[in-house]
């Protein structure tokens, strides 16, 4: 049996309903309702929602008008973003007290490496009920947990006992626990790979782990090695506490369908206005400009161009997304406009071969969970 492999206790935090929870709390009015934050019954799409929202199907990304079809009871809220990463800096002290291995995912969500962590508990399980007790103590709102060896499992294992619970995957627990996963919690699984697994007669981790690895190769491509390695506890991706910026956008959707140029124009300087303040505070800059135009009829398209140098500032932005608009004419009326920036100045590659031999993550049964 193999014996390198990293021995880690990840931790994946996931705060419960995070824009809504925080809108219940500051506004106790709200509480027990059904509550969507973002979007409206007429325009826009839901960011969030209560989880008394959610006994009616509503879900983040859905529109505003389906949502309130679903729930006629529905409250919509003006999500309030600079509240939100207010509690999250408050949540992610909390983390630092533990470990300073600390890699957020979002607003609401990070993983944390407490292999070593500064309370000195062997334990990652009741270190992660501390750090949910402490949460809601100190900030008010309930947070998922899911424990774990890697970062994969962990995730996953944090969704199990949503709201307020959490869920420890033990090392001896692993192989079992992936093999009886639907396919559709692989990370990297999206419908049509889904789709075309099931075609292929899997269905379960179990399935795809009967599968060797020239087959899945060949189905796959690249993919395959990493499906393969995945289904059986390889996951080598250590936890990053300074996760590198890809990039860095803005975008607004509109209350009326905008079908003048001018207008967008309008739009258009307040999202570069936007995108040259997070650039400022992030102090980075980027090359590639590009512009998202998502049209009345739900069409969605992009348009980019990459500079020879960075930038950051707001002038350039917007005199680059304005020759993208005019670099073809607009199919339809336009209900949303984004910028974004990215081939950022942090972007560097620090990736290093992986080693596909079956390396079980059986090796790590020693240590205490």
Do not use: W
């Amino acid at each position: 049996m193999p014996n390198d492999l990293p021995i880690r206790k990840i931790i994946h935090v996931d705060m419960d309903a995070f824009y809504a929870s925080v809108e219940q709390m500051d506004h106790p009015e709200l509480k027990g309702k059904a509550l969507a934050v973002g979007g409206s019954e007429k325009r826009g799409v839901v960011a969030a929602a209560s989880y008394e929202a959610r006994i009616f199907g509503i879900r983040s990304a859905m529109s505003g008008m389906q949502a309130k079809r679903n729930c006629p009871e529905l409250i919509f809220v003006k999500p309030r973003f600079d509240r939100y990463k207010e509690i999250s800096k408050q949540i992610r002290a909390i983390f630092y007290e533990y470990t300073d291995l600390v890699e957020p995912l979002s607003l609401d969500e990070a993983y944390l490496d407490v292999t070593e962590n500064k309370i000195g508990n062997p334990s990652a399980s009741i270190v992660a009920q501390e750090i949910r007790a402490r949460i809601l103590e100190e900030v008010g709102l309930t947070a998922s947990a899911g424990i774990s060896v890697n970062k994969f499992v962990a995730k996953i294992a944090s969704d199990y006992n949503k709201p307020n619970g959490q869920k420890t995957v033990n090392p001896e627990d692993v192989l079992k626990f992936l093999e009886n996963l639907d396919i559709r919690k692989f990370h990297g699984v999206g419908k049509v790979t889904a789709d075309k697994m099931y075609q292929l007669g899997i269905f379960t981790g179990k399935d795809l782990k009967a599968k060797p690895l020239a087959y899945l190769e060949d189905q796959f491509g690249k993919s395959g090695s990493y499906y393969y390695k995945l289904v059986r506890g390889i996951h080598h991706s250590e936890v990053k506490p300074n996760r590198i910026r890809k990039s860095l956008a803005a975008e607004r959707t509109f209350n009326e369908n905008l079908s003048s140029e001018i207008f967008m124009l309008e739009r258009l300087d307040k999202i570069a206005t936007e995108v040259a303040k997070r650039l400022d505070q992030s102090k980075v800059s980027g090359k590639t400009v590009t512009l998202k135009i998502k049209y009345s009829d739900f069409t969605l398209q992009t348009r980019s161009k990459t500079l020879p140098y960075f930038i950051n500032a707001k002038d350039i932005i917007l005199e680059t997304a304005k020759d993208l608009l005019y670099q073809e004419k607009m199919s339809n009326s336009v209900r949303l406009l984004g910028i974004s920036l990215s081939n950022l100045n942090t972007e560097t590659s620090t990736s290093k071969p992986v080693d596909l031999k079956d390396k079980s993550v059986s090796v790590q049964l020693k240590f205490g969970f």
